[in-house]
Nanobody, 122 residues
Framework: QVQLVESGGGLVQAGGSLRLSCVVS????????IAWFRQAPGKERDLVGF????????HYADSVKGRFTISRDNVKNTVYLQMNSLKPEDTAVYYC???????????????WGQGTQVTVSS
């Protein structure tokens, strides 16, 4: 059974930092690209970024470039999302997702976590 479990969300003031974790089980972690998506209230779910299976390449949405960093630990089967300089507009439920096809297309992600809430106060 494939499971992706996010943690690390919470309430933080603008300008602060949070680190989200996504622990993956039930699949061959090193073969999967892992992405972070987010969904703000009343909005569609958007890609934050992804890291290839090797961890050597990452892609980020323009809105988070320079502030967010994705890293992965292929020993711990864990992907991290380090979020710095947080803004109120970063408030959303954050999801991790897995695919064997590196892509920005949400529909190509086969497995999803349950999400973790991030709230940034002004």
């Amino acid at each position: 059974q494939v499971q992706l479990v996010e943690s690390g969300g919470g309430l933080v003031q603008a300008g602060g930092s949070l680190r989200l974790s996504c622990v993956v089980s039930g699949l061959t972690f090193s073969r999967y690209t892992i992405a972070w998506f987010r969904q703000a209230p009343g909005k569609e779910r958007d890609l934050v970024g992804f890291a290839l299976s090797s961890g050597g390449f990452t892609h980020y949405a323009d809105s988070v470039k320079g502030r967010f960093t994705i890293s992965r630990d292929n020993v711990k089967n864990t992907v991290y999302l380090q979020m710095n300089s947080l803004k109120p507009e970063d408030t959303a439920v954050y999801y991790c997702a897995a695919t064997t096809v590196p892509t920005v297309a949400e529909s190509r992600y086969d497995y999803w976590g349950q999400g973790t809430q991030v709230t940034v106060s002004s």
